[in-house]
Structures are given as structure tokens and as C-alpha cells.
């Protein structure tokens, strides 16, 4: 039975909001529908116990990878304009966590159109302590996003926005103004953030301020005639 629940807590101008949340159960892990500042899912522990120990064992190779990243000169950037917004990027080319496809039909979300049949983009996000990601809408090639909270036990999870902007073009555009409110989603490992990103909407922000490297397994169902060619995703679009 879906149960309401008002006692979810987001900072409005150093004041509380109470966004209205329903909980239920999927595949025993425990399901939030939040719609304010935006409508998205989260779902705790999501993956079973073996599962959720294979990603762990992925992201330690992928950790191994982050630090030999850090002594590199020439990194390569997600986009060369936004530099400083850099972080690693470990890309997959086969569907190592198929648990999240059904999620886009499973829970019918608003979403943008889109053409032909969608393809997978799964990437691995590691950012240094220190980096902040402004607040923004996804690209537009991205029909639905999922990310996974992997490591460490404490960090930051997503902060949504409730903002005016309307300066999102479809590439990661930073908003041009403040956010009216912010709700930041609590981390917990083996946890999934799903939503999917409606132009001059779904502004949200990414940070890291802790102490170790902040790992995600971030997921994507694009279209892929969207995906620029000179992006370093380009042409590690999935089957699924």
C-alpha cells in the first residue's frame, strides 16, 4: 500500500519544505515518488545482495583507474568549454547493470520525445573532493537518467532545484539564476536517483564536499542521432 509521508525535509532560504512523498516497495527495496522541486524516483538498496557486491568489486577497479587519471596532463573533457567541471569518466560497453532498464516504463514519467529505438550510455562518475557541478538540465540525446550511489558510506547525493532559469539549450548550461529552493537527496550506497530531464525544469547540481572520491554508476537511455560526435560517450551507446 502506498503510504504519504510530509516529513521529508529541503532547505527553502534557510527554512524547512515538506515536498509531498509516496513510498512503496520494488523488489524489496524501498521505492520514494517525489514530485517537488521536480518528479523523480529514488530506491533504496536496490540491487540484491550478490549484485550489489559485483558492483562494489567493478568500482574498485574503476577507483584504481580514477587515481592513475589524477597524474595524467592531457584528461580527456566531457566538454572542453566547462573544463573545470571535469571528473573521471570510466565508460562500459556492454549493460553491466540491466536492473535499471525497466525503470524508464515501469514508472511513467513525464518525458521529452524522442525517435527510434533508445540506447544505453553507462558511465562510471568519479569526482575529486572539492568539485561542485553548477546547477543544470541533462543533455538533450538523454531520454531518461539513473544514477547509482556507490561509494563511500557518507557523501553528497544530488541537489535538486526549484529554479526560473530558462537558459538550458540542451547542452549542460549552467543556470542563470538562483534557484528559488534546493532539496539535496541523501546518499546511501546501492541507492538509485531516477528521473528523466525536461528542458529549463529538472535543474540540479552535483558536488563533492568530502574527504575521498565520490563514486557513481550513472546510467542513460539516449538517442543516440542526439549524442554530439565529438563527445567522449559518442560511440559507446548500447544495445539494450
Same mark, same amino acid.
Given at each position: 500500500?502506498?503510504?504519504?509521508?510530509?516529513?521529508?525535509?529541503?532547505?527553502?532560504?534557510?527554512?524547512?519544505?515538506?515536498?509531498?512523498?509516496?513510498?512503496?516497495?520494488?523488489q524489496?527495496?524501498?521505492?520514494?515518488?517525489i514530485?517537488?522541486?521536480?518528479?523523480?524516483?529514488?530506491?533504496?538498496?536496490?540491487?540484491?545482495?550478490?549484485?550489489?557486491?559485483?558492483?562494489?568489486? +567493478?568500482?574498485? /577497479?574503476?577507483?584504481?583507474?580514477?587515481? %592513475?587519471?589524477?597524474? #595524467?596532463?592531457n $584528461? &580527456?573533457?566531457?566538454n572542453?568549454?566547462?573544463?573545470?567541471?571535469?571528473?573521471?569518466?570510466?565508460?562500459?560497453?556492454?549493460?553491466?547493470i540491466?536492473?535499471?532498464?525497466? +525503470?524508464?516504463? /515501469?514508472?511513467?514519467?513525464?518525458?521529452? %520525445?524522442?525517435?527510434? #529505438?533508445?540506447? $544505453? &550510455?553507462?558511465?562510471?562518475?568519479?569526482?575529486?573532493?572539492?568539485?561542485?557541478?553548477?546547477?543544470h538540465?541533462?543533455?538533450?540525446?538523454?531520454?531518461?537518467?539513473t544514477?547509482?550511489?556507490?561509494?563511500?558510506?557518507?557523501?553528497?547525493?544530488?541537489i535538486?532545484?526549484?529554479?526560473?532559469?530558462?537558459?538550458?539549450?540542451?547542452?549542460?548550461?549552467?543556470?542563470?539564476?538562483?534557484?528559488?529552493?534546493?532539496?539535496?537527496i541523501?546518499?546511501k550506497?546501492?541507492?538509485?536517483?531516477?528521473?528523466?530531464?525536461?528542458?529549463?525544469?529538472?535543474?540540479?547540481?552535483?558536488?563533492?564536499?568530502?574527504t575521498?572520491?565520490?563514486?557513481?554508476?550513472?546510467?542513460?537511455?539516449?538517442?543516440?542521432?542526439?549524442?554530439?560526435k565529438d563527445?567522449?560517450?559518442?560511440?559507446?551507446?548500447?544495445?539494450?
Amino acid at each position: 500500500m502506498t503510504t504519504i509521508i510530509s516529513t521529508l525535509q529541503s532547505e527553502v532560504k534557510g527554512t524547512s519544505s515538506t515536498p509531498t512523498m509516496s513510498s512503496t516497495n520494488y523488489q524489496g527495496g524501498l521505492v520514494k515518488h517525489i514530485k517537488e522541486p521536480w518528479e523523480y524516483i529514488s530506491i533504496e538498496n536496490f540491487l540484491s545482495p550478490d549484485r550489489w557486491q559485483t558492483i562494489k568489486d +567493478l568500482a574498485k /577497479k574503476q577507483l584504481g583507474l580514477y587515481y %592513475e587519471w589524477l597524474e #595524467k596532463d592531457n $584528461k &580527456v573533457y566531457f566538454n572542453k568549454e566547462n573544463a573545470k567541471r571535469n571528473k573521471y569518466n570510466g565508460y562500459e560497453d556492454t549493460d553491466i547493470i540491466p536492473e535499471t532498464n525497466e +525503470l524508464f516504463y /515501469k514508472y511513467k514519467l513525464d518525458h521529452r %520525445e524522442y525517435t527510434g #529505438k533508445l540506447k $544505453k &550510455v553507462i558511465h562510471w562518475a568519479i569526482a575529486e573532493p572539492g568539485w561542485v557541478y553548477p546547477a543544470h538540465c541533462d543533455n538533450r540525446a538523454r531520454i531518461s537518467t539513473t544514477i547509482m550511489y556507490v561509494d563511500p558510506d557518507h557523501s553528497d547525493g544530488t541537489i535538486l532545484h526549484a529554479n526560473p532559469s530558462k537558459n538550458d539549450k540542451g547542452d549542460h548550461e549552467a543556470a542563470d539564476q538562483e534557484s528559488s529552493y534546493t532539496y539535496e537527496i541523501p546518499w546511501k550506497p546501492n541507492k538509485v536517483f531516477f528521473h528523466n530531464p525536461i528542458p529549463n525544469k529538472t535543474w540540479h547540481s552535483i558536488r563533492n564536499s568530502h574527504t575521498t572520491p565520490r563514486i557513481t554508476l550513472n546510467t542513460f537511455l539516449v538517442q543516440e542521432d542526439l549524442v554530439a560526435k565529438d563527445r567522449c560517450y559518442s560511440g559507446k551507446e548500447i544495445e539494450i
